[in-house]
Each structure stands twice: as structure tokens, then as C-alpha cells.
């Protein structure tokens, strides 16, 4: 009995280190992501109010409707007779936790989209013909040929949902997951949420400006991806990938500064958050990881197959948000739980 007392007074020893440790982290996190967004708003001030008041009004009720649906279903599941009482009592208890997320969310987002636009205007993209290069030496070929081969152009359809609206939608499952998370794990997720958006989306983004295949002829010149362009024109389930292409193109080119435009090839962002995501999931169940970490992989393959990035803009995603997955629960406690 004295000795799982012990073990029990460790344990509690153990959580509240780690609370504090979390609530210390999380007024740092505050304030990197407050100077973030104060930088954007400073710098870009008109561009960066449109992104605000988009994310703001189209992208953020999207993600407070999920977080609604996933709390009643998981009241029905364990409350039955009285879901709603569950979902309120989840509310009092993480509400104010989950409100400050949702408007760190909201004004770091609105930064990483007008820091993108902006991103050819610090550093001109330059370092596609070595990305390029890199990924035709790895694979004894351009992947996104490989791919293609394997891959029947009938299962396009199917791909171009995982890559954009499934994609969406766990980006905001995770988020707002993350949100009615106790400590530390809340406030470890969203500080690899920042060092992941900003540390990969702004800073590696501009350090290694590039713009992917899809894009390297009209920037680079020449038809080297002439065939990819090609082949994904073969199919109609295609023109939503092309459509955003061209929007972005056309965007850059005419100095249309519209909300959620930029160019970024390296690293991908896409596979970055999956990644994230997966890791995030796997500490909360571990099916639900092996699902997460499923997924993942799908995003790094379509990212490739419809030549928005290079296969190794995936592979430097998938380690640098390991690294900062790591070195946040050290931050925040129960780092060795990966």
C-alpha cells in the first residue's frame, strides 16, 4: 500500500511538473506567435487585415463546427443520456483554454499567408534546378513520373479529395483536438503548430525559395515538367489542382494581393502538418496514430503526383517536424512520449 501511495505521489509530482512546465511554454508561445503576427501586420498591414477577416470568417466556423460535432459524438458515445451536460462540462473545464487557441490560430495563420505572398520579394526563387536535380538523383528519375506509372490516372479523383478537403479537414480536427487537450500535451502541439507554420513556412520557405514542379517551367523556362502538366490534364478530376495553379500563377504575376496566395515548393507544408498530426494523433490513440501516420503518407505521395513539391520537400518536412516534435515535450514535459 505505501509503495503504490509512493508511486502515486510520484506520478502526481511528475503531472504537475509537467502542467508547469506547459504554462511557462505556452506564455512563450504567446508572445513568438504575437510578434509573428505584429511583424506581418506591421510590414503588410493591408494584405494581412484580408487574410485575417478570411481565415477569420470563412476558415474558423468551419473549425469551430467540427469541434462541435466531435464533442457531441463523444458525448453520446460516453454520456448517452445526458451528451449535452458532457459537452458543457468539457467546456467549463477547457473553454478559455480553447478560445485562446482558436485566436492564436487565427492571427499566426493570417501572418503565414501574407508572409508567403511576399516570400519572392525577400529571397527571388532560385533553388528549384538543385530540388529538381536532388530528386531526379535519389530516384534514378523524376518521382512524380515513378508515380504516375504505378498509379492509374482513374484513381486521380480519389487523390485530389485526400489532398485538398480530407486534408482540410484534419487540419482543423487537430487543431481544435489539440484545443480541449489537457497540459501539457495542448500546449505542446500548438508550439510545434508555430515552430512548424512559421520556423518551415516563413523562414526554411524563404531560405530555400523554390516553386515545385508544377510550376518550374513557367519560372525557370524550358519544358521539363511539360509532361506532368500533361498528365494531369488527361483527367477532369485534374482542374481543381490546375485551377489552383493557375490562380497562383496569375496571383504572382499580376501582383494580386488576394488572400490565401503564395508560391512555396520547399518544405512542404502540406506534408509538415500531416506529419504533426500524425505524431499529435498517436499520443492520443495509437490506432488512430497508425491512421494519422497512413495518411501522411498519402499526402507525401499526392504532393509529389500532382507536382505541387519534390519528393525531398517531403523528406526535410517529415525530419524537421520530428526534430521540433522533440524538443517541444522537452519544453513542455513528457518529452520522452513520442
Not at 499526402?299 to 524538443?327: E, K, M, N, P, Q
Request: proline share 4%; aromatic share 14%; net charge neutral.
Amino acid at each position: 500500500m505505501a509503495m503504490q501511495e509512493g508511486l502515486a505521489a510520484k506520478a502526481d509530482l511528475r503531472l504537475l511538473r509537467d502542467r508547469r512546465a506547459a504554462n511557462r511554454t505556452a506564455v512563450w508561445l504567446g508572445m513568438f506567435v504575437g510578434t509573428y503576427s505584429l511583424l506581418a501586420g506591421i510590414l503588410f498591414p493591408e494584405l494581412y487585415l484580408e487574410n485575417f477577416k478570411a481565415f477569420l470568417l470563412d476558415f474558423l466556423p468551419t473549425a469551430l463546427l467540427i469541434c462541435f460535432i466531435g464533442l457531441l459524438g463523444t458525448g453520446i458515445l460516453r454520456r448517452p443520456a445526458s451528451p449535452l451536460s458532457y459537452l458543457a462540462e468539457i467546456m467549463a473545464a477547457r473553454g478559455l483554454g480553447a478560445i485562446a487557441v482558436a485566436f492564436g490560430t487565427t492571427v499566426g495563420v493570417a501572418a503565414f499567408w501574407t508572409f508567403k505572398y511576399h516570400i519572392p520579394d525577400i529571397v527571388p526563387f532560385y533553388a528549384d534546378p538543385l530540388l529538381a536535380n536532388l530528386d531526379a538523383t535519389l530516384h534514378f528519375g523524376d518521382p512524380w513520373r515513378l508515380l504516375h506509372a504505378i498509379i492509374p490516372a482513374g484513381a486521380m479523383p480519389m487523390l485530389v479529395i485526400i489532398y485538398f478537403p480530407v486534408w482540410l479537414f484534419l487540419y482543423f480536427a487537430a487543431i481544435t483536438s489539440a484545443a480541449l487537450c489537457s497540459e501539457p500535451l495542448r500546449t505542446r502541439y500548438m508550439f510545434a503548430f508555430a515552430v512548424t507554420t512559421i520556423g518551415l513556412g516563413t523562414v526554411m520557405a524563404a531560405l530555400l525559395a523554390s516553386v515545385g514542379p508544377i510550376f518550374y517551367d513557367a519560372f525557370f523556362g524550358g519544358d521539363r515538367f511539360a509532361d506532368l502538366r500533361a498528365a494531369l490534364g488527361q483527367s477532369d478530376a485534374a482542374r481543381p489542382v490546375l485551377a489552383i495553379a493557375d490562380r497562383l500563377y496569375s496571383a504572382h504575376m499580376h501582383g494580386a494581393k488576394d488572400v490565401f496566395v503564395g508560391i512555396s515548393a520547399m518544405p512542404s507544408i502540406h506534408v509538415a502538418m500531416a506529419t504533426l498530426n500524425a505524431l499529435f494523433f498517436s499520443q492520443l490513440n495509437r490506432r488512430l496514430g497508425y491512421i494519422a501516420w497512413g495518411f501522411a503518407a498519402l499526402t507525401l505521395l499526392c504532393s509529389v503526383y500532382f507536382g505541387w513539391h519534390y519528393a525531398v520537400d517531403g523528406y526535410v518536412s517529415i525530419l524537421a517536424v520530428a526534430l521540433i516534435w522533440r524538443i517541444t515535450g522537452h519544453l513542455c514535459g513528457g518529452g520522452d512520449n513520442v
